[in-house]
């Protein structure tokens, strides 16, 4: 269940913080800065989430998980340094990336819930043992 929670948060904050990062772009609502560093923090705790649920339900993916665990403090540490890297001309290569790996985060949360809500939804199927 609390899988399934983080993946629904992880897409609602995705999605939100993705519109907001556009808006930046633009030029426009820049005062909601804050806003959408809040929900890049609660899209890499969500995925953190989803990750360490894959690590430890039976039958999970480890590389998955690791790599969800990874890619979430890649997405903080990207996110909070951004406007520190590449001043100038190319900032926008340091936006791009920041965008991608926000994307990729969601996109690796959904794989990784998806698989555990596969895998659950086997282990119900099968009979049970008796003992």
């Keep these: 269940m609390v899988s399934r929670i983080a ?8 999605t939100l913080a993705v519109i907001l990062g556009l808006l ?3 030029g426009t609502a820049l005062n909601l800065l804050p806003i959408h560093m809040l929900l890049g923090v609660v899209v890499v705790l969500s995925l953190w989430i989803v990750g360490i649920t894959q690590a430890f339900s039976r ?8 790599g969800a665990l990874l890619l979430g403090l890649l997405v903080i540490v990207v996110g909070m340094t951004q406007s520190s890297l590449m001043v100038g001309p190319f900032h926008w290569v340091i936006q791009v990336v920041h965008l991608l790996l926000g994307i990729l985060a969601v996109g690796i949360g959904q794989i990784a819930a998806a698989r555990w809500r596969n895998r659950s939804a086997i282990r ?8």
């Design 24 to 26: 930046f772009w633009s």
């Design 124 to 131: 119900q199927e099968q009979p049970s043992r008796a003992a």
């Design 7 to 14: 993946s629904i948060v992880l897409r609602v904050c995705g």
């Design 59 to 66: 039958g999970g993916n480890w590389p998955l998980a690791l």
